[in-house]
């Protein structure tokens, strides 16, 4: 049986912890709302920018070739890519941190799966985010390109750091002619709950409802092919750094509910290691009383 | 002067005018300035660094924008840039300092994002500058 010192400091050990971790807990919860207000910020440019590419499309599409390739313009960022099929882009979006719950194992997992199910092909990674880069970088996989990393830019996400990812991604999947880039990221959801997002973000999907919306009437200026040209990069970095936010709120509510799950559980035991300290606390009494008892009883006789 | 114009201003980081409804726009275009007024016709065009200037109710006011471009259609003006700031919120003596920061990191030439990144500050703050001076003047 512990002695009542033990689980005393049994018990005050705990209680520190908890504290801990309702302070963490409140500093996430109050980093939230900020990560939120720059969520909702953000999200006017992305959506309106994918508008206005959207509504470019078919007429780029119908564009002549370019003279320094072989494809036509379009097939550069869009659909119809004569790409290496061999070749493929991951970009993993984790937090820097643990103590967050399922937050970064759920998105590992995911890039695992990926990982396994394309090992015949060459993957160009880009890890954002300490757990996931630690985990990728530990794989030591032969296929697996890391060619950009960015670990502690959380919670201060920026639109630079955006443009960094954006700038990386877009040079690797022109140079490496990649078919495809997959984005697995946390989506906040609420701040109960986060969704993981497995999507491909590049090449571009055409979208049905916009081709009826003609640009034709437009007027350009310089023109319509130098205008795309810095469009679809700006539109790139701006979707970054949407998911960059929406992954950063994710992280900062995963923490918030973790951290509430800890510190419940440390308050039930605590609740339980007092009940066990009376008991232990009752029965020494119990003894010595007796003892004492018995000690007359004994001097009686 | 009946119609109006409507005017959207998206930076990445905010939306910081909506259908605000103004009597003039002047773009900083790639190939110049460029004045919208009501009933213009439709035409996507590409920003440079500099002053974006709307007019209402008889005031000018001015926005220094890094680059990006605009989208003029029915009357409605959609701005998106790359960075905007209100001339009236820009700080003269913080400019400075960054404009004095980025060169100095432009002469040491270490990495070359460094250098980068320190060649768009100081792009930047020079636009702030100059939008600023001129509102002033």
Redesign the interface.
């Known amino acids: 049986m512990e002695s009542l010192r033990d689980i005393r400091q049994n018990i005050k050990a705990i209680k520190s912890t908890q504290q801990i971790m309702q302070t963490m807990k409140m500093i996430s919860n109050a980093r939230i709302r900020r990560a939120q207000d720059a969520m909702a910020a953000a999200r006017p440019f992305a959506i309106q920018m994918l508008k206005m590419v959207s509504n470019l499309e078919p007429q780029v599409m119908a564009l002549p070739q370019p003279e320094d390739g072989p494809e036509t313009w379009a097939s550069r960022l869009f659909i119809n890519r004569t790409a290496d099929d061999n070749k493929i882009g991951l970009v993993v979006i984790t937090g820097d941190k643990g103590l967050t719950g399922s937050f970064n194992a759920v998105v590992l997992r995911a890039a695992m799966r990926f990982i396994k199910e394309h090992f015949e092909k060459e993957i160009f990674v880009f890890a954002i985010g300490k757990k996931g880069r630690d985990f990728l970088a530990r794989l030591k996989m032969p296929n697996l390109h890391i060619v950009y990393e960015s670990v502690g830019i959380f919670p201060k996400v920026s639109y630079a750091h955006a443009e960094l990812l954006g700038e990386a991604v877009l040079k690797t999947f022109i140079q490496e002619n990649l078919k495809d880039l997959t984005l697995i990221y946390n989506d906040f959801k609420s701040l109960a709950s986060q969704n993981l997002v497995e999507q491909i973000i590049l090449p571009f999907e055409p979208s049905d409802a916009s081709q009826k919306i003609s640009t034709q009437e437009f007027e350009f200026e310089p023109g319509l092919l130098e205008i795309f040209k810095i469009m679809v990069p700006r539109l790139v970095k701006a979707n970054m750094y949407r998911v960059l936010l929406e992954s950063q709120a994710a992280n900062l509510a995963a923490t918030t509910n973790a951290m509430d799950a800890a510190s419940k559980n440390a308050g039930e035991i605590v609740g339980a290691l007092g009940l066990k300290l009376n008991k232990v606390r009752q029965t020494g009494i119990t003894n010595e009383i007796l003892d004492i008892v018995n000690g007359a009883e004994a001097l009686n006789n | 002067m009946a119609k109006k114009l409507k005017l ?1 201003l ?6 910081l005018l909506t259908d605000l409804e103004v009597d003039m726009v002047v773009l900083p ?3 110049g300035e ?1 004045g919208i007024l009501p009933g213009h ?6 920003l440079t660094y500099g002053d974006l200037r709307y007019k209402k109710d008889g005031k000018d006011f001015d926005f220094a924008v890094m680059g ?2 605009v ?1 003029v ?1 029915d009357d409605v003006v ?1 701005a ?1 840039a ?1 960075g905007a700031d209100l001339a009236d919120e820009i700080d003269e003596e913080a400019e400075n300092q960054k404009i004095k920061k980025a060169k100095e990191a432009l002469t040491k030439k270490d990495a070359d ?1 460094d250098f980068e ?1 320190a060649e768009i500050e100081l792009k930047q703050a020079i636009t702030r500058m100059k939008v600023k001076r001129r509102k002033m003047s």
């Not at chain 2, 998206?10 to 939306?15: A, E, G, L, R, S």
């Not at chain 2, 016709?41 to 590409?46: G, H, I, N, S, Y």
Request: glycine fraction near 4%; avoid cysteine; hydrophobic fraction near 50%.
């Open positions: 959207n998206i930076t990445p980081q905010k939306q275009a790639l190939l460029m016709v439709p035409v996507l065009v590409q990006g471009f989208e259609k959609n998106f790359e994002i990144l």
